[in-house]
């Protein structure tokens, strides 16, 4: 299976605990996105890379959210002193960057649900 | 800023039957339109998308979906739905620069 791939698929963590979510894109895919989605809502846009550049971050995204993309290939987001509005599905999604943004198709892995308790 | 209403939470129709998901959009230029689907446990799936031209579109597992500018409006639709097509449908408006707005998602239910 060559799609993009997310790890871990589950996370439980205590209020206060930091936690780090990988993605790994589809290979060659230069543009690289995160998404969180909370219940019944649809996704909602946090950051996304241009190969290493992060070129955009949300409002959404506050100082306890990190993303790092060193090399170019996979990506970490890393969550600080989690709180229990924090608890969320995380998606990740990579696109081949060769269109214009917005018409660039975004592939989406299965997510990572993170429960703060 | 656009935004994205899907007005139906919950639908439900027998297997066989045809569907439609509605699907209406804010956002002052020309959009760029997509419909996903999701699985339980899943990550989204593109089913079709929309970004000049005809203005019915078709994508995959047999949806089309139909853009009408005067209503602001891009929904989906399927003559038969399967069994297999209970989900998640989620719409969502791409700006010039490149901004994902999506609605809260459709529940599709499927009676036997």
């Known amino acids: 299976d060559t799609g993009v791939s997310q790890d871990p698929r589950h996370k439980i963590t205590k209020r206060g605990q930091n936690v780090t979510f990988r993605c790994d894109p589809i290979?060659?895919?230069?543009?690289l996105y995160w998404y969180r989605q909370t219940l019944g809502q649809g996704p909602e846009f946090l950051t996304y890379f241009q190969n290493e550049a992060q070129l955009e971050k949300s409002r959404l995204l506050s100082d306890r959210f990190s993303a790092e993309r060193p090399k170019g290939s996979f990506s970490t987001l890393e969550i600080q002193r989690t709180e229990q509005g924090d608890s969320a599905m995380y998606l990740c999604?990579?696109?081949?960057?060769?269109?214009?943004?917005?018409?660039?198709?975004?592939?989406f892995g299965p997510g990572t649900r993170l429960t703060v308790l | 800023a656009q935004s994205v209403t899907q007005p139906d939470i919950h639908i439900t129709v027998s297997e066989g039957a045809s569907l439609e998901l509605r699907c209406n959009y804010s956002?002052?230029?020309?959009?760029?339109l997509f419909w996903y689907v999701q699985s339980p446990g899943q990550g989204l799936q593109l089913l079709l998308k929309?970004?000049?031209?005809?203005?019915l579109v078709q994508g995959i597992k047999g949806f089309e979906a139909e853009f009408k500018r005067s209503q602001s409006s891009f929904n989906l639709r399927k003559p038969s739905v399967h069994w297999s097509d209970a989900a998640e449908y989620f719409c969502a408006v791409v700006t010039n620069a490149g901004k994902s707005t999506f609605g809260d998602g459709t529940t599709l239910t499927v009676k036997p």
């Open positions: 999604a990579s696109s081949l960057g060769q269109q214009t943004l917005s018409t660039d198709t975004q592939y």
């Open positions: 929309y970004f000049s031209g005809d203005t």
């Open positions: 956002y002052g230029a020309t959009p760029y």
């Open positions: 290979s060659e895919h230069n543009r």
